[in-house]
């Protein structure tokens, strides 16, 4: 079946500093890679999303860039702010409707 | 449009007491779908409806759980004889057809002691 690992659980960095946190997926489908992110007591919310190889997806500051040769979808920062602190999961759609999740990962921007 | 709504958002029960969760999605949605959050496991997907039909309860834990849409506006999800292991964050999500964005409510975080 599916599969997405993201191998970092906890990622602490000071603010204005950059990120990239690791994402890679197994599907025998052709992938679809989103990218959630969740504030405390928040529902989690779609930041990015891509299903083309070797296309660069950016919204509100982060990126991403679904890489198949390496089955990839890190997310990047290229400086983080307060606000950035929270979960963020990786998730995949292997060729229908659902999604299959990573664990999450936790960032905590420091001032 | 205020989003998935999931009530309550908070629910304590006792070993071995039964819990029942509300989702009402989106309006104009017809997938549905539940999930559970933990921190070891992370987002598991646990059952999906399309037009309210079930579609795919794989996720389900088989003897306790059970999950109904009797309408377009709302689905339950149900767990008999809760366990402490069943505590959890329980998240509806809807979309407009499965395959496009899906929304997440702010979830149901159920402890049973």
């Known amino acids: 079946g599916d599969s997405v690992t993201q191998t970092e659980g906890l990622v602490t960095l000071t603010k204005g500093l950059p990120v990239m946190l690791n994402c890679t997926y197994q599907t025998t489908y052709s992938p679809f890679l989103f990218w959630y992110v969740q504030h405390l007591n928040e529902a989690p919310k779609l930041l990015l999303k891509?299903?083309?190889?070797?296309k660069r997806t950016e919204h509100q500051g982060f990126y991403a860039t679904l890489h198949k040769s390496s089955s990839s979808f890190h997310l990047q920062k290229s400086s983080v702010q307060l606000s950035d602190s929270a979960l963020y999961f990786c998730a995949l759609s292997g060729g229908g409707y659902k999604l299959t999740f990573g664990t999450g990962t936790s960032l905590l921007v420091d001032p | 449009n205020a989003g998935v709504i999931q009530t309550p958002r908070h629910k304590v029960t006792g070993k071995g007491q039964e819990a029942t969760l509300w989702c009402e999605p989106i309006?104009?949605?017809?997938?549905v779908f539940w999930y559970r959050q933990t921190i070891v496991q992370g987002l598991e997907f646990l059952t999906y409806f399309r037009n309210q039909a079930p579609i795919d309860d794989s996720g389900m834990p088989k003897e306790r759980f059970s999950a109904q849409m009797p309408n377009q506006s709302h689905s339950t999800l149900k767990i008999q004889s809760t366990q402490p292991q069943d505590s959890a964050v329980y998240l509806c999500?809807?979309?407009?057809?499965?395959?496009?964005?899906?929304?997440f409510g702010k979830g149901t975080r159920l402890t049973v002691v």
């Open positions: 999500a809807s979309s407009f057809q499965g395959n496009t964005e899906v929304f």
């Open positions: 309006s104009g949605h017809s997938a």
């Open positions: 891509s299903s083309t190889d070797n």
